[in-house]
């Protein structure tokens, strides 16, 4: 029945200390140069760390500090890149304004004064093919394609004013270009014209930092140039590449961008959405809402943009996060309900990571990975022996006790303890398929701990029990009325062991917090053994000879518990005068 839950999955997960896994030493930076970093700063990034640990469903991970600027995390499993490269991330999510856009490894071409009526333009404002995306209510902008009507009445109006050289060598104006336009005419026209070109093949560099279109031309986006990880200044423009394509590793564009418009704190909720093909979203997105102070500057920058034209580069903004850009969405109107999506081609992992990261907030320090070590499993599986073996004393001993001092009482309390143990170790598959939940050496520990709580219900209820017998009470009376004695007893000492270990739960760390876990879990199953099993089983054999008579096996013998000669002569378990 209990395949029918876990679909598959018959073992525990277990903890690092158990299964071996990864410990990550991040060296904490300095977001500027010169700056001191703090214990307040140092607290938030833990926080923070901690919070996107939680957030992709690892436990038993330890995110602790060692001196004044490291962090050592350590995540159990195998095959933790992903969370390892998630939880350092800085996630500095930006919007800014897309500037230039030029493809990757395509020359670029120069503006000539006289093109071909037919000439075209590059593909440009569509997102590259690994990193495309579009907001709420927009719509990335198409490839130009051949160049416009207008573009070509331009050329051709162009063409025919511009002077033609003399065979003399110097130049004689046309007649018929004296004769339409005047020099300034001609000015505007090839303003014009020059600007039409500008926007068909993304080159505009009006208003560029000349220091950034230096960086920008030097830009190949391969390697270490890729820049992510890269923390920008968010008030200067800034020249960065695309997200590479998750298969083939290649970036397709790189741009200048303006200085930030938005920044990743004033996001105030991002989630992961599934593909919904009646919504038209066909793939993965990460939704963002806007506070209202950006979701004003985000209404004014793309009601200014969609003035523009969707051929324009500068029509787009960028989605910036750590320095490369995930998404540039072209706008077609105003954005006003400061709703936003992210499309990358994310699958559902990826576009959960992302949420994740973005939704607890950016670390206020910059962290590079000191070291990444890879811990074997071999030393974990001889703790887990020596915490079975361990396990399997404490519980013999209690058996033994059980069967010395309760005789047949005391398979009673066998058969509990069995009932407990399997329902302890369902609970911990199921939580390990549903929350990730793994077992750590102090878990292991604390369910040993929990033998003993389990035990001390049983003695307390058959001492109870015992009591009344001793009384010259019929075993069925002796039933009824040493469990209520006795469940009262249990229940405040069950809640005290449970209380105790929710406290250590919410105030410890690591390992600790696995020992809590367990001790509470198992002190619930404590309850529903004894009140579910352990009394309906003690009711039913009160009614069979071997114990209704008090047999000398059956741990409730009238000569072993000193009762007195008159209720001895009377049978256990007849109805009491």
Known sequence: MGLMFWQ?????????????????????????????????????????????????????????????????????????????????????????????????????????????????????????????????????????????????????????????????????????????????????????????????????????????????????????????????????????????????HKVDYKFILSPAKISGEQVTKAQAMPPDPQNGRVQWVVSLDLNGTATKSFATFTQQAAALGENNTRNHFAIVLDGTVYSWPGVKEAITSGNAQIEGQFNQQDATDLANVL????????????????????????????????????????????????????????????IAAMLTYEAVVLLGKFINFRMSLAGIAGAIVAIGITADSFVVFFERLRDEVREGRTLRTAVERGWVRARRTIIVADAVSFIAALLLYWFAIGGVKGFAFTLGLTTLIDVIVVFFFTKPLVTLLARTKFFGRGHRFSGLDPSTLGVSKRATTRPVGTKEA
């Not at 599986?381 to 013999?396: E, M, N, R, S, Y």
């Open 8 to 248: 598959g999955q018959k073992k525990p997960k277990l903890a690092l200390d158990l299964a071996g896994g990864t410990t990550v030493t991040l060296t904490a930076e300095p977001t500027k140069p010169g700056a001191k970093i703090g214990d307040s700063e140092m607290g938030q990034a833990i926080k923070i760390m901690r919070e996107r640990v939680n957030g992709l469903g690892v436990s038993e991970a330890e995110v602790t500090k060692q001196g004044n600027n490291v962090i050592v995390v350590q995540v159990p499993g195998q095959g933790q890149e992903r969370v390892v490269k998630t939880i350092g991330t800085t996630a500095k999510l930006e919007f800014r304004q897309v500037l230039v856009a030029e493809p990757v490894g395509v020359p670029r071409q120069t503006p000539t004064s006289t093109p071909s009526p037919t000439s075209t333009g590059k593909t440009k404002g569509g997102a590259s093919p690994s990193s495309s995306a579009k907001p709420s209510s927009s719509a990335s902008a198409k490839p130009s394609g051949s160049a416009t009507p207008k573009g070509r009445a331009l050329a051709q109006a162009l063409t025919k004013a511009t002077p033609k050289p003399s065979t003399s060598g110097k130049a004689s104006p046309s007649p018929s270009a004296s004769q339409s336009l005047t020099p300034e005419q001609l000015q505007q026209l090839q303003q014009q014209l020059q600007q039409q070109q500008q926007q068909q093949t993304g080159e505009d560099f009006s208003g560029v930092d000349p220091a950034v279109k230096a960086q920008f031309d030097k830009l190949t986006c391969v390697g270490n140039d890729v820049g992510q990880g890269r923390t920008l200044d968010p008030a200067k423009q800034a020249a960065v590449c695309a997200k590479p394509d998750p298969k083939t």
């Open 359 to 418: 939704k607890y907030g950016a670390l206020p320090l910059k962290f590079t990975q000191s070291s990444i070590e890879s811990v074997s499993a071999t030393l974990g599986k001889d703790q887990l022996t020596a915490g079975l073996v361990a396990g399997a004393i404490g519980l013999g001993l209690v058996v033994l006790y059980c069967l010395f001092y309760y005789r047949g009482l005391g398979f009673v309390a066998i058969f509990s303890l069995g």
